[in-house]
């Protein structure tokens, strides 16, 4: 399968969107929902939606991978922030009545200190040299993954420096109807984004691993197409998530076509540095746009996933490395059933 987009921020959703007034499903203690209307948004027509490539969208964190020290690295998705005062006048903004449509940001001053390490999305806007925020006020960034950091264990539980491997889900290359795990190089995975899923991430809602023996994995974007999606109305879209079952998943992604296809988001005038207005758009870029169960009004995490429908292997070959791996690695438990078949993820039970 040919390489697809990388997520290296906010995707938009393929239909236009409108907030109504009655506590959300997704997010607890927030007194709203965002759902798609049946009309397809500008976005998608200009990024040639009907000739687009559906995939899976996973329910995860989001990682990256990119040189750092020398030697190809997993990143950790860290967004920097407005501080207090900043987002409190960003926030009065948003909800301001005035036809007002520029927001002063000093982006020296209104936003917390970062890692030095941090670095970027890429793609984003820069204004003399500084990278700037997006819509939501946020300037989407990496920072590399430290064997040692507490922060990010279950990131670096999924990775070996010595060895530059990763631990990745995917399709067998010869039976798409079978997952495979297989220890993968990481200069396989330069410049991808991938989703970390597992035991402690987002609430686990594919069922790996458990509380005394975890399991993470990781999976490139765009690992999983759909191959019979309906067409892009809103009532089929509906059917086929509740009905189907290859429905059984978070939401989709539509890796489209290069190009620039966003014009202007709002404006925003950078004080000390600049007095023109500021024109947010999105250069040419592998450009992607989703649809989540939540934008329909469904429910997730489900107890079902398609994901836990498929058989999976296990395919390590470790011995290449000549090396003995730590003992409560996940590799080293990998390597332990190598070439082990199971029934679903869910069945995969790591004897440590």
């Given at each position: 399968m040919?390489?697809?987009?990388?997520?290296?921020?906010?995707?938009?959703?393929?239909?236009?969107?409108?907030?109504?007034?009655?506590?959300?499903?997704?997010?607890?203690?927030?007194?709203?929902?965002?759902?798609?209307?049946?009309?397809?948004?500008?976005?998608?027509?200009?990024?040639?939606?009907?000739?687009?490539?559906?995939?899976?969208?996973?329910?995860?964190?989001?990682?990256?991978?990119?040189?750092?020290?020398?030697?190809?690295?997993?990143?950790?998705?860290?967004?920097?922030?407005?501080?207090?005062?900043?987002?409190?006048?960003f926030k009065n903004f948003l909800h301001s009545k005035q036809n007002s449509k520029e927001f002063f940001w000093n982006v020296e001053e209104d936003f917390k200190p970062v890692p030095e390490c941090w670095i970027p999305a890429k793609e984003i806007e820069q204004l003399n040299g500084n990278p700037m925020p997006d819509e939501n006020g946020h300037i989407p960034g990496w920072v590399p993954v430290e064997k040692n950091n507490k922060q990010y264990c279950w990131h670096s539980s999924v990775v070996n420096y010595e060895f530059e491997i990763a631990l990745v889900l995917r399709h067998h290359p010869d039976d798409p109807g079978l997952l495979e795990i297989s220890a993968v190089p990481l200069s396989d995975l330069l410049e991808q984004t991938l989703e970390l899923i597992g035991t402690n991430i987002n609430g686990n809602p594919y069922g790996l691993g458990s509380k005394k023996h975890p399991l993470h994995l990781l999976i490139p974007h765009g690992a999983f197409q759909i191959r019979n999606l309906p067409t892009l109305k809103h009532s089929d879209l509906l059917s086929w998530f509740d009905g189907c079952r290859e429905g059984k998943i978070e939401g989709i992604v539509w890796h489209c076509n290069d190009g620039c296809l966003i014009k202007m988001c709002f404006r925003i005038k950078v004080m000390k540095m600049s007095r023109r207005?500021?024109?947010?758009?999105?250069?040419?870029?592998?450009?992607?746009?989703?649809?989540?169960?939540?934008?329909?009004?469904?429910?997730?995490?489900?107890?079902?996933?398609?994901?836990?429908?498929?058989?999976?292997?296990?395919?390590?070959?470790?011995?290449?490395?000549?090396?003995?791996?730590?003992?409560?690695?996940?590799?080293?438990?990998?390597?332990?059933?190598?070439?082990?078949?199971?029934?679903?993820?869910?069945?995969?039970?790591?004897?440590?």
């Open positions: 040919r390489r697809l987009g990388s997520v290296q921020r906010k995707m938009p959703c393929v239909f236009v969107t409108e907030v109504k007034e009655e506590p959300s499903t997704k997010r607890e203690h927030q007194p709203f929902k965002v759902l798609a209307t049946e009309t397809v948004s500008h976005k998608a027509l200009d990024a040639d939606i009907y000739n687009a490539i559906p995939t899976e969208k996973v329910d995860g964190t989001c990682c990256y991978v990119t040189n750092y020290k020398g030697q190809p690295y997993l990143w950790a998705r860290l967004d920097r922030k407005p501080n207090k005062l900043a987002e409190k006048r207005p500021y024109i947010l758009h999105i250069p040419s870029w592998k450009f992607m746009l989703n649809v989540h169960r939540h934008h329909l009004g469904l429910c997730w995490p489900i107890p079902d996933t398609y994901m836990n429908s498929k058989p999976v292997i296990i395919n390590m070959n470790l011995n290449k490395y000549e090396y003995a791996f730590d003992a409560k690695c996940l590799f080293n438990h990998f390597s332990k059933i190598d070439n082990q078949k199971f029934g679903r993820l869910k069945d995969i039970i790591l004897n440590v």
